[in-house]
């Protein structure tokens, strides 16, 4: 079971607010994992700044919890909290899994394409916001193998008889066709993508 640290923006949230956003973040972290989690308590039930309390005490604490996550999850509005983006960048110095929360739409200009990759790699379905064909999106698939259907599949079978495949970005055509996408210089540099429902 892997551990799993929730890291969201707190001020002027009700315990009601961030309570239920931990749900959603743990909900969010099994489907990426396809597995259960342990979640680590980094809510702090007595911070208060009102009463006294230093951020900067609370967030190295929220720090040593992280040390001993698997994954970090990052819920909407991160990047405009000074203590998760300080988290976001330990986790990613340091090697730790991270999940962010898109599953309620998209920066209004839209995603950078690193961005959108990892959207499409935790099972997320994206786009160009200009794409005008119908119904058109990219997804994550992994890698696994299939059963081939040529004499040249064949020839390339492993001992189990099946075609290994790597890992790739898949298209659906407005033609409703699935097939491997490449990316152009165009939609590696664009800040237009977005999450399709």
């Known amino acids: 079971m892997k551990k799993l640290f929730i890291s969201q923006p707190m001020n002027g949230k009700t315990k009601e607010e961030i309570l239920a956003v931990r749900k ?92 959108a990759l990892e959207i499409a790699r935790h099972g997320g379905k994206i786009a160009r916001r200009g794409w005008n064909g119908k119904g058109m999106f990219l997804y994550y698939v992994p890698a696994a193998s299939y059963a081939p259907c040529t004499p040249i599949g064949e020839e390339c079978a492993t001992d189990d008889g099946k075609v290994p495949y790597g890992a790739y970005i898949a298209m659906k055509t407005a033609q409703g066709n699935i097939v491997p996408w490449l990316a152009s210089q165009t939609d590696m540099l664009a800040e237009d993508w977005v999450v399709v429902e």
């Not at 990052?74 to 962010?100: H, L, M």
């Open 24 to 115: 959603r973040a743990i909900e969010s972290a099994k489907v990426a994992l396809d597995d259960d989690v342990e979640v680590i308590e980094s809510y702090f039930k007595d911070y208060n700044p009102d009463a006294g309390c230093i951020p900067l005490k609370y967030l190295s604490k929220s720090l040593e919890l992280l040390a001993d996550a698997d994954i970090a999850y990052f819920a909407k509005g991160w990047e405009s909290a000074r203590g998760c983006r300080i988290e976001n960048q330990c986790a990613i110095d340091y090697g730790i899994v991270t999940v962010e929360d898109y599953t309620t739409g998209s920066l209004e200009s839209g995603y950078n394409f690193g961005t």
